[in-house]
């Protein structure tokens, strides 16, 4: 029955001039294990159709217990996610970016905290898909940016001031009509310098429309660089470099893990170098955690490492001794 509904469904519509393919996730529930009345026959059957939106577009699921667990767990999060945001309950900590040639840290990344009262540190893994699914990434990313800004305009002795800060924005964030017009906000309370301003996204802007490409544009004409984040695990990689005008290329972690045990790995990562060098772009690697890994990035022409080997992500009052160390 269900897969009737869905190739029923999937059937190709006419919209204008566009030929359409509608999808649908649908969630079973049966009366009465799942329920003895119309609500809670409902509310499983709405369980049941998150989780066959979740396991991929244009599927079914039928209702199982565990489901109404994980819905309040979810609902729970996202309960004190709301509260956290309006009680400011977020850090930030920086991991620095140490350039190959010199040993010297070049840049930080700035990377988001929360830790909750009583469920302690919960890591951006779990909080960034849900904030951006219930439309808090905006105001998240802005204060993110905000704080990351004036703490760099604050480092203004000695080698700091030349000292670079990367900001992480979540995709559906910087293609929002009104980004850039925030990051101008803000480069004017905070001062700081533009050329000091990374913004990191990863490929997946692509996904999401037009706009990308404009605000890459303005964002180069603020002097405010792009890089792009975790690349290569993204299916639309190599449009990327095409398409995006963009600074920095961030080599994910998990081409970096391999690279001691598989000569593969370092080919495609000698590769990907070479790649990014003839474009132009500015190449750091994700995920260092060996002195060996570095080496061999570091024979391959990778120009700056962030990774556990040199430093993990540490609050802001330890960057100004790290920046004064020749790491390399
Ligand atoms: P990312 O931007 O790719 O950040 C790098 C992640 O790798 C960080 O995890 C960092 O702590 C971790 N890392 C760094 N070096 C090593 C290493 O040597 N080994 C290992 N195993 N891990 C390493 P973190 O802080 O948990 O952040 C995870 C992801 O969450 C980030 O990946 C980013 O996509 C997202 N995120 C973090 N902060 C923000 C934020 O302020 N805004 C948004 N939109 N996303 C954020
Ligand atoms: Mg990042
Ligand atoms: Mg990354």
């Not at 499983?44 to 109404?68: N, Q, V, W």
């Not at 219930?134 to 030349?162: K, M, P």
């Amino acid at each position: 029955g269900a897969n009737r509904c869905l190739k029923e469904i999937h059937q190709p519509v006419e919209l204008g001039t566009q030929t359409v393919r509608p999808m649908a996730s649908l969630g079973i529930a049966l009366f009465p294990k799942d329920g003895s009345d119309m609500q809670q026959l409902l509310k499983a059957a709405d369980s049941a159709m998150y989780a066959a939106k979740e396991a991929g577009k244009h599927r079914y699921a039928f209702y199982i217990p565990e489901l109404t667990t994980q819905a309040s767990q979810r609902l729970a999060l996202e309960q004190q996610l709301r509260v956290a945001v309006d009680n400011n309950d977020f850090t930030l900590h920086y991991q620095p970016q140490i350039s190959l040639s010199s040993g010297k840290v070049t840049g930080v990344e700035a990377l988001i905290r929360w830790h909750h009262a009583e469920l302690g540190d919960i890591p951006p893994s779990e909080f960034i898909n849900l904030a951006e699914r219930i439309g808090l990434i905006q105001e998240i990313g802005e204060w993110v940016l905000e704080t990351a800004c004036r703490q760099a305009a604050s480092w203004h002795h000695d080698a700091l001031d030349q000292l670079q800060v990367a900001v992480n924005i979540s995709a559906i964030h910087f293609t929002d009509l009104d980004f850039v017009n925030m990051v101008t906000r803000v480069l004017n309370t905070t001062g700081i310098d533009p050329k000091r301003l990374e913004i990191e996204v990863t490929e997946s802007v692509i996904q999401l429309g037009d706009n990308y490409s404009i605000t890459c544009q303005q964002l180069d004409a603020l002097g405010i660089k792009v890089a792009v984040d975790d690349f290569g695990t993204g299916y639309s990689s190599l449009a990327v470099l095409k398409q995006l005008p963009i600074d920095t290329l961030k080599v994910d972690r998990l081409f970096i893990k391999d690279l001691q045990h598989e000569a593969k790995s370092t080919v495609l990562v000698g590769t990907i170098i070479g790649m990014a060098q003839a474009l132009g772009y500015k190449v750091v690697a994700e995920g260092a955690e060996t002195l060996e890994q570095i080496q061999i990035l570091r024979g391959l022409g990778c120009h700056q490492v962030q990774g556990y080997y040199f430093s993990p992500p540490v609050p802001a009052d330890q960057i100004p001794s790290l920046v004064s160390k020749v790491h390399f």
